[in-house]
């Protein structure tokens, strides 16, 4: 099964479900045997990582381990997890695995770079725990950007609420509040915003598709760098 991807999903389902299609929207295939083989471990029951980066709830580690554990057993030949807040657990799934990981944050952050090479400023939304781990914070730094967030008030009041209306399936709703929270980026000098969870992308289809340079989707930039993997 080397020529086989591991997804280690369900956080959240819709989410795992945008991430397949997109992969194989960017694999160079012709034919059904063309498309990269996958081996989807999709376990829902995973505990909420916002709320454990907060403080607020189990960890999730033991669950994300037993998925790498079973993927790596299974004999893929590469693992990606489509959920950015789980990366706050990344080096231990690495540890626990014997196959490459993807990392989702650093395929979205050389997107920018792919998308537009002389953009300066690069806006951010995620969950709040991925927010404060500073995961995108830190490594666009590194990259020589200047990093924009929402402010606590806008992941109270938008961000987080969309992101609960996107588990709840009510997408329409989403989209307003993600509309808000973007446009206020860009009215602080945000030129181009990372979509730095999965969920987001999904909230944000008709502004991604009317506006596809503006924004990087981190689900599409994961399926990118794994059909490049894979190619």
């Known amino acids: 099964m080397k020529n086989f ?70 004999g893929v030949g590469a693992i990606c997890i489509p959920c950015n807040s789980a990366h706050r657990w990344y080096e231990e799934m690495v540890a626990a695995s014997a196959v490459p990981v993807f990392h989702i944050v650093k395929a979205s952050a050389e997107q920018v770079h792919k998308k537009n090479p002389d953009v300066k400023t ?14 995108y914070r830190s490594t666009l ?38 509309a808000e929270a973007a446009a206020l980026l860009v009215a602080r000098g945000a030129e181009i915003i990372i979509l730095g969870c999965t969920e987001i992308p999904i909230g944000m289809r008709q502004q991604c598709k009317a506006n596809p340079l503006q924004f990087v989707d981190s689900t599409d930039a994961l399926a990118l760098s794994v059909a490049a993997f894979f190619a």
């Open 5 to 74: 991807l591991g997804v280690l999903g369900g956080m959240g389902p819709l989410a795992t479900a945008d991430f397949l299609s997109k992969l194989v929207e960017n694999t160079s295939a012709q034919t059904d045997q063309a498309h990269i083989p996958v081996l989807l471990y999709g376990d829902c029951t995973i505990p909420d990582r916002t709320q454990s980066i907060l403080g607020k709830g189990a960890s999730p580690l033991p669950k994300l381990l037993e998925g790498i554990r079973f993927l790596s057993q299974a």
């Open 122 to 135: 690069v806006g951010v939304l995620s969950t709040f725990g991925t927010h404060q781990m500073g995961m």
């Open 141 to 178: 730094k590194d990259m020589g950007f200047a990093v924009l967030t929402p402010t606590d008030e806008e992941f109270e009041r938008l961000v987080s609420p969309g992101i609960a209306l996107i588990k709840a399936n009510k997408l329409p709703d989403a989209e307003v509040v993600f």
